[in-house]
Every structure is written in C-alpha cells, then in structure tokens.
T-cell receptor, first 116, second 116 residues
Framework: AQKITQTQPGMFVQEKEAVTLDCTYDTSDQSYGLFWYKQPSSGEMIFLIY??????QNATEGRYSLNFQKARKSANLVISASQLGDSAMYFC?????????????FGQGTRLTINP | DTGVSQNPRHKITKRGQNVTFRCDPISEHNRLYWYRQTLGQGPEFLTY????????KSRLLSDRFSAERPKGSFSTLEIQRTEQGDSAMYLC??????????????FGAGTRLSVL
C-alpha cells in the first residue's frame, strides 16, 4: 500500500522568504511518480510539479522545486521568493507507475500562509 | 483551452434525497477520475474511467454511489439516499493517455455537497 505523510499542518512565512513543505512517502513499488498540488480557497487542485522515481535530477518549475531524496523517501516542495498569492493548502501525492495503477494517493496537506 | 468543469459548484440536499453531479473533462483527455475530499483531509480516490469504461472503483464507493461516462465524454456521479456522512467536496480530474506522458491529473473546482 502507498502512503503519504505531511507532518506540517500549518506554516507561516514572511513574503519573499523561501519555504520548504515536507513530504515523506511509503511504497514498495520501484517505479512511481510524486506530485505536488496547490488548493486555494476556491477549491480547485492546481498541479505544480512532478518527480519520477527514476529521475536523476530534482524537478524544477519556475519558483517551485522538488527536493527528492529517494533513500529517505522524501519529496519536499521548495517555494522560492514566496508571494501573498502562494497562501493555500498544499498536497503531496503519489501514483505507482505500473500497468493499471491510476489513482493518486494524497497526504493530509499543509496550510501555507504568507504574511506581508 | 478550457479546464475541467464541474456542476453544480454547491449542492444542499436533505438526507434521503438523490443527487447527481456532472464533470466535463478537458476535451482530449481520455481518462477521468472522481475523488472525495472531507474537511481537513486530502482527496480520496473513488473511481476511474478510461474512455467509457469504468476500470477501477474504491471501496469507498458504496452501493448508493454510481458513476457513468457515456460515450467517453462527460461523467456523472450519482448518490442515492444521501446520508450526512456524504457531505464533502467531490472532485473530478482528467488526464491524457499515459503513453509517452506523465499522466498528470488536472482537477476541476469541485462540487461541495451538504446533506442536512
């Protein structure tokens, strides 16, 4: 079974600072994908970044980067130069990359608040 | 290029009534997913369609729940004899074919169901 753990229920950060959101995962699969989504108060889940288990380099997408440490089974999201619009819930998720496996398994999320 | 559309956005119903939600995926996406999200939790997988075929169902999907995707386009999720425990956000997502892609799931804004 797959499991995602996000241990930070809430994070408070000053605008323009960098922030790291923690995510650890548990799986027996050798091939899998890790995802981060942002959920503003409007409810829509917005895809941010993806990391494959065999990717040798950490994924980056603009101000987002994923600190992937496979041996420690962690996939932390780093947001550089935070902005007020970054205030939202953030979810880490994984999907096994095997035939027929489609569902995403999500963590409980971290509520990020950016203070001016 | 429109995203995933869900209607209605909000639904208030009385216990015991039937409700139906609709999801229109991104046009070229052949895969469609339903998730349920309760307050303070991450989304939980309910069911998955590839084209018109329902290929996977979660144990969360009791006999009172039914989902369809006629002609492989839009999908409906029906809940019969609603219970207060059904109160949640119901999220729909779609993704393009996996072959050559990452299978990133793009979500709609959800339908928030309140059962009184």
């Amino acid at each position: 079974a797959q499991k995602i753990t996000q241990t930070q229920p809430g994070m408070f950060v000053q605008e323009k600072e960098a922030v790291t959101l923690d995510c650890t995962y548990d799986t027996s699969d050798q091939s899998y994908g890790l995802f981060w989504y942002k959920q503003p108060s409007s409810g829509e889940m917005i895809f941010l970044i993806y990391q494959g288990s065999y990717d040798e380099q950490n994924a980056t997408e603009g101000r987002y980067s994923l600190n992937f440490q496979k041996a420690r089974k962690s996939a932390n999201l780093v947001i550089s130069a935070s902005q007020l619009g970054d205030s939202a819930m953030y979810f880490c998720a994984m999907r096994a990359r095997i035939q027929g496996a489609q569902k995403l398994v999500f963590g409980q999320g971290t509520r990020l608040t950016i203070n001016p | 290029d429109t995203g995933v559309s869900q209607n209605p956005r909000h639904k208030i119903t009385k216990r015991g009534q039937n409700v139906t939600f609709r999801c229109d995926p991104i046009s070229e996406h052949n895969r469609l997913y339903w998730y349920r999200q309760t307050l303070g939790q991450g989304p939980e997988f309910l069911t998955y369609f590839q084209n018109e075929a329902q290929l996977e169902k979660s144990r969360l999907l009791s006999d009172r729940f039914s989902a369809e995707r006629p002609k492989g386009s839009f999908s409906t999720l029906e809940i019969q004899r609603t219970e207060q425990g059904d109160s949640a956000m119901y999220l729909c997502a779609s993704s393009p074919p996996l072959k050559g892609g990452l299978g990133i799931q793009y979500f709609g804004a959800g339908t928030r169901l309140s059962v009184l």
